[in-house]
């Protein structure tokens, strides 16, 4: 119940809350104003977590470059159209690191990963990174949540830039990119739970495979 708990606290904190600011600062502030109203719950968020349990987020912090990132590239953005199509495609740049960290000896799902255990008991981030060193099947879990990550963040933000291109003058596209934007995390949220669901299951399935790393995965509490 208490991993169930912290799987739905990530989900409100980091899809739910910035999704709901953003939506309710549109209509008053615009893109930008509403792109900086949904980083407030992720900054809150992060700084009650580091002052309450020494904890760095670090999936809350992936969220929240995505959007500053967005804001940068809407600021800068000169002609409105160019401007409005750079803003998803460099948050896009995040979906592009996950697919290239897969070439390195640690993807970045291992990061966050070890980030949300270390919150809990440094000793389970201790473990986690033994299991990464001595079974197989934990590192091949890891990456393809690497992978799937990467390219449906990818994805998504190629589909936010054909819905800016082909509806350019329409304020209703800047709303149904960020929809599409959260509801892309939302899905990739939920894969990662089945996701580790089926680790769970492989590890009661095969005794000498490690453990479910229920807390390993990209929600983070």
């Known amino acids: 119940m208490k991993a169930r708990l912290r799987y739905l606290s990530a989900l409100i904190v980091n899809v739910a809350l910035p999704w709901l600011a953003y939506r309710l ?14 980083a407030l719950p992720l900054i809150a968020w992060m700084c009650w977590d580091l002052l309450r349990y020494r904890h760095f987020d670090a999936l809350s912090a992936l969220v929240l470059v995505g959007i500053v990132l967005s804001l940068i ?27 290239i960290s897969l070439t390195l000896r640690r993807p970045l799902v291992f990061y966050l990963a070890r980030s949300t255990m270390s919150r809990e008991d440094h000793r389970s981030a201790e473990s986690f990174e033994k299991h990464w060193r ?10 393809l949540m690497t992978l799937v990550w990467g390219l449906g963040m990818t994805g998504e933000n190629i589909l936010r830039s054909l819905i800016v291109w ?18 892309v995390y939302a899905g990739l949220t939920g894969w990662t739970f089945w996701c580790r669901r089926r680790i769970k299951q492989d590890s009661l399935r095969y005794p000498d495979d490690p453990p479910s790393p229920a807390d390993s995965t990209l929600a983070s509490s």
């Open 25 to 38: 600062a549109f209509p008053h502030y615009g893109h930008s104003g509403a792109l900086a109203a949904s």
């Open 73 to 99: 590239a809407t600021a800068l953005g000169g002609d409105r159209l160019i401007g409005a199509i750079e803003e998803p495609m460099v948050s896009g740049m995040i979906g592009v690191s996950f697919l």
């Open 134 to 143: 001595e079974r197989p099947i934990l590192a091949a879990y890891i990456r």
């Open 166 to 183: 082909h509806w350019p003058n329409d304020p209703r596209a800047a709303v149904a990119s960020e929809v599409l934007r959260y509801g």
